[in-house]
């Protein structure tokens, strides 16, 4: 069964500097998120992005986050100017959708980058 | 905003036993979505249940959407140890796919 690759599976990094996670969705989907969840915590939206630009975003997704498809098959989540409590797993999916419309798709998940900001 | 809510939290059982959490939003859901976590590991889709009253079973895991819409359960009949995980229930937000989760629940078996 096709799967959403993640790389790094593991990624340490200073307070205050920047991370890139990256990701390969399934490659017809159409519609690719990120979530997090921190250790022993529910999975938390970040944001969607189809058609090539963002369609929605919570509230942590702040101007420190910024997601690119920078070719026909990687997605991306980048992260400024990394705090402490950016630690988590980040979680990459993506969802086959059809049209502007995703409601009623399942995700499929990558198996995640853990990071840790020290 | 929309809320989600699980109970419980965790679950101990043992072998053998049966299993149900159930799952709780503060509005009404076009769908409802459930994946199961194993320890280490990354959500992965069970079921989607769509239909106000509908059940669906995938050998001993029932499913359950709420008439309203607005709740739903899993039960696990007979549990093994490969059950253990957390199950999380999730809705829609919108309609670009995005899904808001319960927080989820860790369930247990022992030998």
């Known amino acids: 069964e096709p799967e959403v690759t993640q790389t790094p599976s593991h990624q340490v990094t200073q307070m205050g500097q920047e991370v890139i996670l990256r990701c390969v969705p399934i490659?017809?989907?159409?519609?690719f998120y990120w979530y997090r969840q921190i250790l022993g915590q529910k999975v938390e939206f970040l944001v969607s992005f189809y058609n090539n630009e963002i369609s929605e975003k919570s509230e942590i997704f702040d101007d420190q986050f910024s997601v690119e498809r920078p070719d026909g098959s990687n997605f991306t989540l980048k992260i400024r100017s990394t705090k402490l409590e950016d630690s988590a797993m980040y979680f990459c999916a993506s969802s086959r959708g059809s049209g502007q419309a995703a409601t009623n798709e399942k995700l499929f998940f990558g198996s995640g980058t853990q990071l840790s900001v020290l | 905003g929309q809320q989600v809510m699980q109970i419980p939290q965790y679950q101990h059982v043992q072998e053998g036993e049966d299993f149900t959490t159930y799952c709780n939003s503060s509005?009404?859901?076009?769908?409802i979505q459930w994946y199961k976590q194993r320890p280490g590991g990354h959500p992965v889709f069970l079921i989607q249940?769509?239909?106000?009253?509908e059940v669906k079973k995938q050998k001993r895991l029932t499913f359950q959407f709420g008439e309203a819409k607005k709740n739903s359960s899993l039960h696990i009949t007979a549990t093994q140890t490969t059950d253990v995980g957390t199950y999380f229930c999730a809705g829609p937000v919108g309609s670009q796919g995005n899904l808001i989760f319960g927080k989820g629940t860790k369930l247990s078996v022992k030998p």
């Open positions: 490659s017809n989907h159409l519609y």
């Open positions: 249940l769509v239909k106000s009253g």
């Open positions: 509005t009404t859901l076009s769908n």
